[in-house]
């Protein structure tokens, strides 16, 4: 029961930049190409994804000189560019930010003819931060203190979803112990993840800890609906396990209900759902609640064969005999429901069986079943 994957993003820096008057600089001669490139980064070191880059050689007549050269900053906060060999000072804008003003600068870059440059625009340098304010200073920090809780995160979740794929595997090889074990340490790490807990019920309901696995799988309901986006396929599917664990407790109606409630979590697993249902109460013994989970898994999917034929099955348990011709008598909808299970699957693992009561029942067989969808 895959889910979706939970990775939190960064926090980019909620700082208002400090902007900076544009600097007057010294003219050098350009005598050949040089390159230059670099990256450019905010207070708190992440890339700026906007914004342009310009160099500047020579004296400003006004604030509003042109640059020499200019170059976008693209996603990953990186520019490059040729340039002619000289000493500049590399001012970076925002889109929004005046012409006459800059969010940083670097002043006395050399590019030397025939070299590519690496020149960075850091923000989180020590030279920049002294020009902030008390004010986005204290931003600043609050941000890097997001930042960190974040990543401490993204940390713990990327090993909880080792622990998952685990755990799975392990359940798969039917080391039941194993899973739950680890995610006993998980629930107790992030007592707050749904996942883990259904992972949890699912390794308790194979060591058949039937009360421990209810607990389980009721603390994961009770999480992804209270989320702001629950999933609904987490929820069924565990709705779908809670009603196998109360039914091996003998909850029958509890075990109903769960079904129940599943099948409304996720319409299109209702099939499903119902399905198992009548598997479990069949193995329980529950005749009457076989047929009518097999009746609401007929109506949900009616091409699934495996509810018609354990429909049928509980019903023959209900045959008496005619005293007069002594010939076995079933009751209503039980030959009707074998006929249907051979339609469907003619030749599936209980066609012999169905055959057999039919042939007992002194009914006429169809002797051309079509094949239809097998079972999920």
């Known amino acids: 029961m895959p889910r979706h994957h939970f990775w939190p993003r960064l926090l980019m820096a909620a700082l208002l930049f400090a902007v900076l008057p544009v600097a007057t600089f010294r003219a050098e001669a350009q ?9 450019v ?45 000289g000493t500049y ?26 070299e590519d440059t690496l020149q960075n625009v850091d923000m989180s340098r020590p030279e920049y931060i002294a020009k902030l304010t008390p004010e986005q200073k204290k931003a600043l920090e609050e941000t890097k ?10 940390s713990q979740i990327k090993n909880l979803n080792a622990d998952l794929n685990t755990a799975r595997q392990d359940r798969a090889a039917k080391n039941f112990q194993a899973a739950v074990d680890l995610m006993q340490k998980d629930t107790a790490a992030k007592p707050d993840e749904p996942l883990l807990w259904v992972e949890l019920g699912e390794a308790q309901l194979g060591l058949k800890q039937y009360p421990d696995a ?31 664990a109360l039914a091996d407790e003998g909850k029958i109606p509890e075990a109903q209900q769960a079904y129940d409630d599943a099948a409304k979590a996720a319409p299109a697993q209702a099939g499903m759902f119902y399905q198992n ?18 009746d609401k898994a007929i109506a949900a999917e009616p091409t699934r064969p495996i509810p018609y034929y354990l429909k049928g099955q509980a019903l023959i348990n209900k045959a008496t005999v005619d005293p007069k011709t002594q010939k076995i008598v079933a ?14 699957q003619p030749n599936g693992p209980f ?17 051309s079943y079509k094949a239809g969808k097998k079972p999920h």
């Open 31 to 39: 005598t050949a190409t040089g390159k230059i490139h670099g990256q």
């Open 331 to 344: 009751p209503p909808g039980c030959e009707e429901a074998y006929q249907k299970y051979l339609e469907l």
């Open 145 to 154: 203190a997001k930042n960190a809780a974040i990543l401490k995160e993204n």
């Open 214 to 244: 209810v607990t389980s799988l009721q603390k994961t309901i009770a999480l992804e609906q209270a989320a702001k986006k629950p999933n609904t396929d987490v929820i069924g599917a565990a709705g779908n396990s809670l009603g196998e």
């Open 277 to 294: 249902e009548a598997i479990v109460m069949s193995r329980a013994g529950q005749v009457d609640a076989t047929v009518a989970a097999a």
């Open 89 to 114: 000072t590399i001012a970076y804008r925002q889109p929004d930010t005046p012409k006459d003003k800059v969010v940083d600068q670097i002043d006395g870059v050399k590019v030397t003819a025939g």
């Open 351 to 367: 066609a012999p069986d169905a055959k057999s009561v039919l042939a007992e029942l002194n009914q006429t067989q169809s002797t």
């Open 41 to 85: 980064l905010n207070p708190t070191g992440e890339p700026m994804t906007t914004g342009t880059v310009s160099l500047y050689l020579g004296g400003m007549a006004s604030p509003t000189a042109e640059a020499k050269y200019t170059f976008p900053v693209d996603a990953s906060g990186n520019f490059k560019g040729d340039v002619a060999p």
